[in-house]
């Protein structure tokens, strides 16, 4: 029944598809944005959209990056007539902003690989690797949408990307990454390319589903409304905003000589468990002067990750506050560092019964909480064990005190307001009996 109905939904959409087509082929009707999907993998915990590029069409798998600046993919095999390499001193070069140099190559002429062209630094995060690559430009294919259902595709032309050659992409074993969709601050970056070829309003919204066996979240560009089947509600309604503070100077892994960062922090004040302030030494939440400190929003860290000593206070606070509600601990599965035994644990509509953590931040006027609950705390790791999905820092996130990872984003509507500086979110969708898996927009 359900397989007909969504059937039926297609033929319908396919009709007026064919009947808006006389229409101005790249006019956007008015109440649109655009979309496209996100999918999760469950190996490498990361999230990724798909895109068509070029005359050929070509379909690109590209991972999603809140911090990154602009879009790449692989070029090695991309053959299109409308690509155009942008030229090195040319002013659309000296527009990419951030930094950029002439490069050259010796093999034979193809998109990627020219001389005396435009070089922008892609940055791969699976390896934390930089490289000046080609800076090109050709047409993107993007979905519109009324918030409900995907309509039509549209063409976005002279879209900038990085061109990349084998460089930056073979990454470590188990790294897929042929392409990365950066969403930062930036003018580069997917959402400013998208706004601006179609008019809309310089804000996107992200939905990152926790798995994608029951279908895929969605990437909104230009604002709401916002449905998620089978919930009737529009989530723009349901926001809570918060400032998007910029840090005076770009943390590792992306340094650019003292310039602010283009990634996307908070300004946390707390953090509580079960109400009660988790205590530790509130400088952290500052920026230093080499830009560490603070908190910020990122969609390549699978779990949040924080400071040792906020991780040591949290994790203790957190063992206590599951100990009152007669949930048993056990031995401790790494990464993690407080697992528990799940058959301790009651269901609730937001998964296990585990004691919440709420994030304060500033609201307009008032303080606000992002409430973090049941699925979006614990991780199942074996046969009855459940393990707080938080770990300490290290590596790429070393220097960020507080990075809010994948885990603790899914399930609810992020929205990035860059015209206000607002990150806007919702309560986890699970409360409304939905979630960012839908099948029905496909
Ligand atoms: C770039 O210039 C070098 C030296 O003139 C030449 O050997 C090479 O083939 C050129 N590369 C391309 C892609 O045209
Ligand atoms: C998911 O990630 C794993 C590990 O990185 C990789 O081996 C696998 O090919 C990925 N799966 C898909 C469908 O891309
Ligand atoms: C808090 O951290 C800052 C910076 O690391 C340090 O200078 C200060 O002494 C610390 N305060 C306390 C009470 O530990
Ligand atoms: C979600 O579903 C439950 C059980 O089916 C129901 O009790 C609850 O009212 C629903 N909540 C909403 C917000 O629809």
């Given amino acids: 029944m359900a397989s007909f109905q969504s059937l039926t939904i297609l033929l319908f959409f396919s009709l007026v598809t064919f009947s808006f087509a006389a229409l101005d082929p790249n006019k956007l009707p008015k109440n649109t944005a655009i979309h496209f999907p996100i999918r999760k993998n469950d190996t490498s915990l990361q999230y990724y959209t798909t895109f068509e590029f070029g005359e050929s069409r070509t379909i690109i798998d590209a991972l ?49 690989c020219s001389n005396n062209t435009c070089g922008v630094l892609a940055f791969n995060p699976n390896r934390l690797y930089f490289t000046a690559q080609e800076l090109g430009e050709d047409t993107m294919r993007a979905s519109s949408t009324d918030g409900r259902f995907v309509l039509r595709d549209y063409d976005a032309p002279k879209f900038q990307f990085t061109c990349a050659d084998s460089d930056i992409i073979d990454g470590k074993p188990g790294d897929h990454t042929k392409g990365l969709v950066g969403l930062a601050r930036t003018q580069l970056s997917l959402a ?40 009737p509600q529009d989530q723009s309604l349901s926001l809570i905003r918060t400032p998007i503070v910029v840090n005076p100077v770009s943390p590792p892994p992306i340094y650019s000589e003292g310039a602010p960062s283009n990634e996307y922090f908070i300004s946390v004040q707390d953090i509580e468990i079960s109400g009660k302030r988790v205590s530790f030494n509130s400088s952290l939440l500052s920026f230093d002067k080499n830009g560490f400190g603070g908190a910020k ?146």
Avoid at 64 to 91: M, P, Q
Avoid at 95 to 112: D, L, M, Q
Avoid at 311 to 339: M, N
């Fill in 297 to 442: 929003i990122s969609t390549i860290a699978p779990y949040t990750t924080l400071h040792a000593s906020i991780y040591k206070r949290l994790v203790k606070d957190y063992v206590k506050a599951a100990a009152l509600k007669k949930i048993k601990r056990v031995t401790s599965v790494a990464p993690f560092g407080a697992c528990f035994d799940s058959r301790t644990v009651t269901t609730t509509a937001t998964g296990p019964g585990v004691p919440d953590i709420d994030i304060v931040l500033p609201g307009n006027a008032v303080l606000v909480k992002l409430k973090l609950s049941g699925s979006n705390l614990m991780v199942e790791v074996k046969k009855n064990v459940i393990c707080l999905a938080i770990t300490i820092d290290g590596g790429a996130f070393q220097g960020t005190s507080i990075v809010l990872g994948g885990h603790q984003l899914e399930n609810r509507l992020l929205e990035f307001d860059l015209s206000t500086s607002r990150l806007g979110f919702t309560p986890s969708l699970l409360l409304s009996n939905t979630s960012c898996s839908h099948f029905r927009l496909y």
């Fill in 192 to 231: 400013s390319q998208i706004s601006s070829s179609f008019n809309l309003a310089p804000k996107f919204a992200l939905c990152l589903p926790s798995s994608s066996e029951n279908g895929l979240g969605d990437i909104y560009v230009g604002g709401g409304p916002y449905y998620m089947p089978p919930s």
């Fill in 64 to 112: 999603i990056d809140l911090g990154a600046e602009s879009v790449w993919f692989d070029c090695r095999s991309y053959v299109s007539s409308t690509y155009k390499r942008i030229s090195c001193g040319s002013n659309r070069c000296q527009k990419a902003k951030g930094w950029y140099e002439c490069i050259g190559c010796n093999s034979t002429p193809r998109p990627g």
